[in-house]
Structure formats: structure tokens, C-alpha cells
């Protein structure tokens, strides 16, 4: 009888060490898991944030945009021909003559990027970069410019009314250049320019992983 109750004593003995191990076997496996599953979840977290981490720099993206304002202009060529009677009897001549100018016409344009017109805003799916309308900068430069006449031998002094005649149109070039700044092509290279500078400023930022969509409004 003693013999059964030892042997039934060294088997519970048995199986509940046997459980004892096994149950170390799982807590250190579970432990194992958790670790490994902390491990993922801090590597995904820190992923997930280079996404949004690009919002910490909007300040000094701004700042940056007004810094760089002045490498942001674009340049656009434009051609133009003007036309100009010369009268007989005011210019006291033989005949009427009609002086042709021909012009290409280099602009430049910027749209307003101080401080106080200028405004970053998280706005999903990405970044709304509100400023000003672009405008011309400087005076128009005009690159090439010929004449004809209507009528050949008729001028008095041919380089004076030339002269005369790219007089006015240089006058008319300011109003040129503010119907230019409309133009839908201008406009895109301007927010193109924009867009450019402050994704490449984020994109060099410590922590971020990538740059949502930006746009531009003009107001």
C-alpha cells in the first residue's frame, strides 16, 4: 500500500513539475512575443510619424519660402506688334505711312510671399500654401525689337519715328505685364516654383519620411 501511494505521489511529483516547465516554457515564449510585438508596434509608431512629422517644420518652412522669395520669380518672353500712323498733314509728310514695331518682350513675376501674406495650413489630403497673386516685378525688358514702314522714303527723320513708336509701347508694357500675370501659365509656374521650394526644405528635415501633396491658392 505504501509503495502505490509513494508511486502516486512521484507521478503527481512528475506531472506537476512537467506542468511547472512547460508553463516557464510558455511565459518566456509569451514574453518573447510581447518584446517582439513592442518592438514592431514602436517601428511602426516611429514609421507612421516620419508621415506626419513634416507638420513640426511648417513654421520654418514659411520662414523659408519668404527667404527664398526672391530666387522664386519666373521669367516669361512675350511678342507684341504695334502699329502707328503717321499722318500726312500732322507730320507734314507726302503721304499717310503706318510704322510696324515688332518686340519680344521679357517679364518677370512673383506672387507675394511676406510674412504677412503668407500662410501654410495642414488641409488634407496635404498642405494649402495661401499668398498673394503674382504680379510683375522690375520693368519689362524688351529683347528684340524691328521696324517697317508702309511706305518707304516718306519718313523725314525714319529713326526718330521709331523711336517715337517704341516710346508708346514701352509706356503700354506695364499694362502688358499685369494682363501676363493672369495668364493660367504663369500662374502655374509660379505655384510650381513654390510648391518645389518648400518640398524640398521638408523633405531635408530630420524625422520625415515623406511630403503630402502641397497646393497653392492664390487670394
Known sequence: MALLVAGCFLSAASVFIFMQFRRYDEQQESAVN?????TELEACQTKLLGYTKFADYLTAGKQNLTDQAASLNVSVLR????LERFAKDKHRLKADVWVVG?????????ADLKADSLELVVEPP?????????????SAVVKNAAHEVSV??????????FAEVQQKFMNLTHRHGAVVAREDAVRALCKTKIVDCLRDYL???PGVKQVPTIVVVFR
Open 152 to 161: 518707304s522714303e516718306i519718313l523725314i527723320d525714319e529713326r526718330a519715328a
Open 34 to 38: 510581447i518584446r517582439k510585438a513592442n
Open 79 to 82: 511678342d507684341y506688334t504695334c
Open 102 to 110: 515688332r518686340y519680344s518682350v521679357a517679364f518677370s513675376f512673383a
Open 126 to 138: 496635404g498642405i494649402q500654401i495661401k499668398c498673394g497673386q503674382p504680379v510683375m516685378v522690375g
Open 203 to 205: 523633405a531635408k528635415q
